[in-house]
Structure formats: structure tokens, C-alpha cells
């Protein structure tokens, strides 16, 4: 059983780095059946994931203190946008924030996190301030991808953008 599941993570991990790789130049079409909204003025957006079975959309924005300044034991905050739910903003149930959706966050220098979802630990990405903008990139293959979008149709296939 630990054999197929290192299997499916080294398997799930290679795939998503493939995905990456293919997509540093060319646009990606939404190969859903869905048609999915594009969040519009979502304040502090850093990214957003969406995935079948509906149109209900994550969004991930940077979480500022009232100050303004970047909470750094808590430097992304996430919740649902429900689409068919009226767009009504939602939090993540614990399951979903502990097993699949949440991030773990490390600051790793000033004005810089790792980021890594909690059902893809093997895969880092990272939040920096580049001039006074705050963005999440990823590295593949030695080249950086600034992410702006996670399509995904299960947790075995995911598209980023």
C-alpha cells in the first residue's frame, strides 16, 4: 500500500511538472465542459484554482494586516468565491483547508514565503515582492513561471497558467 502511494505521488508530481514545462510559452484552453467565470476585482489576488464538478473557485490573496503590511505567519489567506451560490465569498471547511486546498507557508527571507499545498507537499512554490507587488511563482526546469491560475478536473490533473 505505501509502495502505490509513493508511486501515485511521484506519478501525480511527475505529471504536473510535464504539464508545467509544456506550458511556459503557449495558452492554455479550459479543457472542461464548464464554462468557468474569471474572478474580476478580487482585492490582493494572488491566484485562483478552479476544478470540476462545478464552478465554485478558490481564491488565494495575499492576507495584509491593517497596517498593510504582509501577515507573516499567515501570508495567504484562502477561501471560496461560490459561483453557484451567487458569488457568496465562503471560508474552507477544516478537511478542505487541512487535506486539500490549504497551503503550508515558510518564510524563507524578507518579503519571500514557500508556499506548498497540503496534498502536493513535494512541489514549492514561491510568494515574493517584486517592486510593491506581491506574486507566486514556481521554478521547472530552471525557468520561473509566475502563476495566475490552477485548472484542475481531479487531483491527478492539474493546469497551471
Partial sequence: MQLNRTYLRSATLALLLLLLAGQLTAQISDPSPINFPIPKNIENMLFY???????????????LQENGSINRSQPVSIYWLRYGEH???KELGYIQKKFAYGLVTKEIAKDKFELRFVSHKTLPLYLSKVGEKYTVTVAVN???????RFYSDSWWFVLAT
Fill in 142 to 148: 530552471g525557468k520561473t513561471i509566475k502563476i495566475n
Fill in 49 to 63: 484554482l478552479q476544478r470540476d464538478p462545478n464552478t465554485n473557485t478558490l481564491i488565494y490573496a495575499l492576507n
Fill in 87 to 89: 458569488g457568496e465569498k
